[in-house]
């Protein structure tokens, strides 16, 4: 069955920089659409980024602009968001998501992994 696998979070001070991976399985990994998304403690939950099904074509969140960078490698089934820049206010559980073809409709989420930036 399907499973979108994140790694990559932990603990970085504020002006570090992560890189997270999303490792997908039981699909056709090229034919979707993938996304990040974060969700703080008391929030809702955020786009941050996403990328098309080639990489030609990606999408960011103002808040993160210029910082981070969402990338892929279809031959290895994997999505990755490098972060840059952390600031204190990105700390967040980050999850990757699948999007088959319908605009704003993901169909898969990974467990999502916890990146924390302290100040």
């Known amino acids: 069955q399907v499973q979108l696998v994140e790694s990559g979070g932990g603990l970085v001070q504020a002006g570090g920089s992560l890189r997270l991976s999303c490792a997908a399985s039981?699909?056709?990994?090229?034919?979707?659409?993938m996304g990040w998304f974060r969700q703080a403690p008391g929030k809702e939950r955020e786009f941050v980024a996403g990328?098309?099904?080639?990489?030609?074509?990606?999408n960011y969140a103002d808040s993160v602009k210029g910082r981070f960078t969402i990338s892929r490698e279809n031959a290895k089934n994997t999505v990755y968001l490098q972060m840059n820049s952390l600031k204190p206010e990105d700390t967040a559980v980050y999850s990757c998501?699948?999007?088959?073809?319908?605009?704003?409709?993901?169909?898969?989420w990974g467990q999502g992994t916890q990146v924390t930036v302290s100040s």
């Open positions: 998501a699948a999007n088959g073809g319908r605009r704003g409709v993901y169909d898969y």
């Open positions: 039981g699909l056709t990994f090229s034919g979707y659409y």
């Open positions: 990328i098309s099904w080639s990489g030609g074509s990606t």
